[in-house]
């Protein structure tokens, strides 16, 4: 049974840095790509970013100024870090397994597990 | 305002059909593969349609997927109440190389 679980703290404070964690099991981490998502009070949802298990990345145009994205497959575990977080920031972050496929020619992204999802709040 | 267009809301009776569209452009819906989602408010979203047509096994015949052009279309029949809840499509935009999800469809089933 594949399972995601985000964690991390629920409240960050303006202007600092939001490090959450993603821990994989019931699976292989490799071949795969692995995306972090985001969804607002009462919005709809937004890709952060992905990265494939042999480390190579990709973050939304949007955000990529602020965004790291990384993995240790040693442990099954992916990580995000977004700085210089605003109340626009706070968010419903999800981590998921992508299955899809990305290509020169196109990219057909589909996310299959998602974790539960961990609320976090950007205030003073 | 997302880049992808869906209905705010759809509704529909027990037993009838529903489809829900997702309009969009070249660099993303007309030249890319569809995936949708469901979520029921409070909870993650379930994947039921990716590369626009396929079912995971897991998800009933009920739900269709369909492309046509720049639009794509999610098909459920046979609607029960357990499936109210808010329906998003999502694709890759080759202009933006970015994933987008469209701004999601909220199912009442009366």
């Known amino acids: 049974q594949v399972q995601l679980q985000e964690s991390g703290p629920g ?40 990265i494939y ?25 992916l990580s995000l870090k977004l700085s210089s977080v605003t109340a626009a920031d706070t968010a419903v972050y999800y981590c998921a397994r992508d299955r899809g496929r990305y290509y020169d020619s196109g990219s057909f992204p589909s996310f299959d597990y998602w974790g539960q999802g961990t609320p976090v709040t950007v205030s003073s | 305002q997302s880049v992808l267009t869906q209905p705010p809301s759809v509704s529909a009776a027990p037993g009838e059909k529903v489809t829900i569209s997702c309009s969009g452009s070249t660099s993303n819906v007309g030249n890319n593969h569809v995936s949708w989602y469901q979520q029921v ?29 720049t639009s794509a279309t999610l098909g459920i029949t046979g609607l029960q109440t357990g499936d109210e ?24 089933v009366l």
């Open chain 1, 11 to 50: 409240l960050v404070k303006p202007s600092e840095t939001l490090s959450l964690t993603c821990t994989f099991s019931g699976g292989s981490i490799s071949s795969y790509y692995w995306s972090w998502i985001r969804q607002s009070p009462g919005k709809g949802l937004e890709w952060i970013g992905y």
């Open chain 1, 53 to 77: 298990y042999s480390g190579s990345s990709k973050y939304n145009p949007a955000l990529k100024t602020r965004v790291i994205i990384s993995v240790d497959t040693s442990k099954n575990r």
């Open chain 2, 41 to 69: 408010p409070g909870t993650a979203p379930k994947l039921l349609i990716y590369d626009t047509n396929k079912r995971p096994s897991e998800i009933p015949d009920r739900f269709s997927g369909s492309k046509s052009g």
């Open chain 2, 85 to 108: 809840a808010d329906y998003y499509c999502g694709t890759w935009d080759s202009r933006l190389s970015a994933v987008l999800f469209g701004g999601g469809t909220k199912l009442t």
